[in-house]
C-alpha cells in the first residue's frame, strides 16, 4: 500500500520568508504526483502536477519538484504571502488505477504580515 | 453553474437513515470519485468511476454504496447512517490524459450523524 507523509504538519511564518514542504512516498513505482491546496472549508484546488518522467513544475511563486528514486517531492513557496496561508496536500497517483489517489495528511501554513 | 457541485452543502441525519449525496459535474469529465476527510487520516477514497455505469470501490467502501447512470452525476448513498459515517465528503472529477489529469474537486459536503 502506498503511504505518502507530509512534513512539517504545520508552519507559522512572516511574510516573504522562501518556505519548503516536503512530501515522501513509500512506493516509487508512482505515476504523477500532484500537490493541492485547501482553504478552512473549502474543497482542493489543484496547484501542480509533475508526471513521472519529469523532474519538477513551475507556476508563479511555486515550484515542486520530484524525485522518484528516493520517494521525495518538494513544495518550494517563494516570498510568502498571508494569502498563502492554507493547508497544502501532497498525493501520488500509482497508474495501477488511473485517477486513484494517496494522499498525505497535509501541512497546514499560516503566513503572518 | 459551471463545474463540480454538491449538494446538500450540510447534513445532519440520525443512525439507521439513509442519505444520499449529490455531484454534478458540467465538463463530461469520464473519471468521478469520492472522497471522505477525517482528522487524523486525512482524504480516503470511497468510490470511483471511470465512466458512465462502470463503478468499483476504494478504500474505505463500506457503508456506502454509488450509481453512475448518467456522466454528469455520481451520487453517493449511505443505506444506514452510523456515526463513523460523521466526516466531509468530497466529490472529484477527472478526464483522462496521457501522463494524467488533474482532480477537480467540489465544495464539500459536511455530514453529522447523531
Known amino acids: 500500500k502506498q503511504e505518502v507523509t507530509q512534513i512539517p504538519a504545520a508552519l507559522s511564518v512572516p511574510e516573504g520568508e522562501n518556505l519548503v514542504l516536503n512530501c515522501s512516498f513509500t512506493?516509487?513505482?508512482?505515476?504523477?504526483l500532484q500537490w493541492f491546496r485547501q482553504d478552512p472549508g473549502k474543497g482542493l484546488t489543484s496547484l501542480l502536477l509533475?508526471?513521472?518522467?519529469?523532474r519538477e513544475q513551475t507556476s508563479g511563486r511555486l515550484n515542486a519538484s520530484l524525485d522518484k528514486s528516493s520517494g521525495r517531492s518538494t513544495l518550494y513557496i517563494a516570498a510568502s504571502q498571508p494569502g498563502d496561508s492554507a493547508t497544502y496536500l501532497c498525493?501520488?497517483?500509482?497508474?495501477?488505477?488511473?485517477?486513484?489517489?494517496?494522499f498525505g495528511r497535509g501541512t497546514q501554513l499560516t503566513v503572518w504580515p | 453553474d459551471a463545474g463540480i457541485t454538491q449538494s446538500p452543502r450540510y447534513k445532519i441525519t440520525e443512525t439507521g437513515r439513509q442519505v444520499t449525496l449529490m455531484c454534478h459535474q458540467t465538463?463530461?469529465?469520464?473519471?468521478m470519485f469520492w472522497y471522505r476527510q477525517d482528522l487524523g487520516h486525512g482524504l480516503r477514497l470511497i468510490y470511483y468511476?471511470?465512466?458512465?455505469?462502470?463503478?468499483d470501490k476504494g478504500e474505505v467502501p463500506d457503508g456506502y454504496v454509488v450509481s453512475r447512470s448518467k456522466t454528469e452525476n455520481f451520487p453517493l448513498t449511505l443505506e444506514s447512517a452510523t456515526r463513523s459515517q460523521t466526516s466531509v465528503y468530497f466529490c472529484?472529477?477527472?478526464?483522462?490524459?496521457?501522463?494524467?489529469?488533474?482532480?477537480?474537486f467540489g465544495p464539500g459536503t459536511r455530514l453529522l450523524v447523531l
Open positions: 472529484a472529477s477527472s478526464d483522462f490524459l496521457e501522463g494524467g489529469e488533474t482532480q477537480y
Open positions: 512506493d516509487s513505482a508512482i505515476y504523477n
Open positions: 509533475i508526471q513521472s518522467s519529469q
Open positions: 498525493a501520488v497517483d500509482r497508474g495501477s488505477t488511473l485517477g486513484r489517489l494517496y
Open positions: 465538463w463530461s469529465h469520464s473519471y
Open positions: 468511476s471511470a465512466a458512465a455505469d462502470i463503478t
